[in-house]
T-cell receptor, first 112, second 113 residues
Framework: ELKVEQNPLFLSMQEGKNYTIYCNYS?????LYWYRQDPGKSLESLFV?????AVKQEGRLMASLDTKARLSTLHITAAVHDLSATYFC????????????FGKGTSLLVTP | DTGVSQNPRHKITKRGQNVTFRCDPI?????LYWYRQTLGQGPEFLTY????????KSRLLSDRFSAERPKGSFSTLEIQRTEQGDSAMYLC???????????FGEGSRLTVL
């Protein structure tokens, strides 16, 4: 069974600081996705990482994928309050028609 | 709006009643997925369709749950004889086979009293 583990699960950080969220998964996969969820809202796609070594950046967020280590990172640069949300990584599970298997999420709170 | 649409957005029901949720995917997407999300957890896969065929069901999907996608367009998820443990957000997502990226609807929140 594919397992996806994120850490930390909760993160409180000050505005202007940098931090990294880690996502480990238990089986071979070349595709990894990052989503953002605001309270009471649905999931918004942030990044699609399709191969080993993939790196994508959008604003203050940068995601990378190391398929050999089965590890993805989401790096936050100079955090601002608007980044407060829950961030999920998700890995495709082939046996479920490439349905995404999600981690438990990292709840991020950026404070002044 | 050409995104994934779900309704109703909120449903409150008494234990033992049946409920049905509807999902209208992005029109050109041939895959449709149902997920369930409880507070503080990530979405959990329930089932998926490719066109009208239901190709995979999670063991989370008990006999009280049934999903359909007639004609490969919209989908319905019915829960019979609801239990308090069914209280959750039910999320629908769609995708193109090629890209795999899932696009989620706003969800249908179920509260079973």
């Amino acid at each position: 069974e594919l397992k996806v583990e994120q850490n930390p699960l909760f993160l409180s950080m000050q505005e202007g600081k940098n931090y990294t969220i880690y996502c480990n998964y238990s089986t071979t996969s070349d595709r990894l996705y990052w989503y953002r969820q605001d309270p009471g809202k649905s999931l918004e796609s942030l990044f699609v990482l399709l191969s080993n070594g993939a790196v994508k950046q959008e604003g203050r967020l940068m995601a990378s994928l190391d398929t050999k280590a089965r590890l993805s990172t989401l790096h936050i640069t100079a955090a601002v309050h608007d980044l407060s949300a829950t961030y999920f990584c998700a890995v495709e599970e082939v046996r479920s028609g490439y349905a995404l298997n999600f981690g438990k999420g990292t709840s991020l709170l950026v404070t002044p | 709006d050409t995104g994934v649409s779900q309704n109703p957005r909120h449903k409150i029901t008494k234990r033992g009643q049946n409920v049905t949720f509807r999902c209208d995917p992005i029109s050109e997407h041939n895959r449709l997925y149902w997920y369930r999300q409880t507070l503080g957890q990530g979405p959990e896969f329930l089932t998926y369709f490719q066109n009208e065929a239901q190709l995979e069901k999670s063991r989370l999907l008990s006999d009280r749950f049934s999903a359909e996608r007639p004609k490969g367009s919209f989908s319905t998820l019915e829960i019979q004889r609801t239990e308090q443990g069914d209280s959750a957000m039910y999320l629908c997502a769609s995708s193109l086979v090629i890209t795999g990226e899932l696009f989620f609807g706003e969800g249908s929140r179920l509260t079973v009293l």
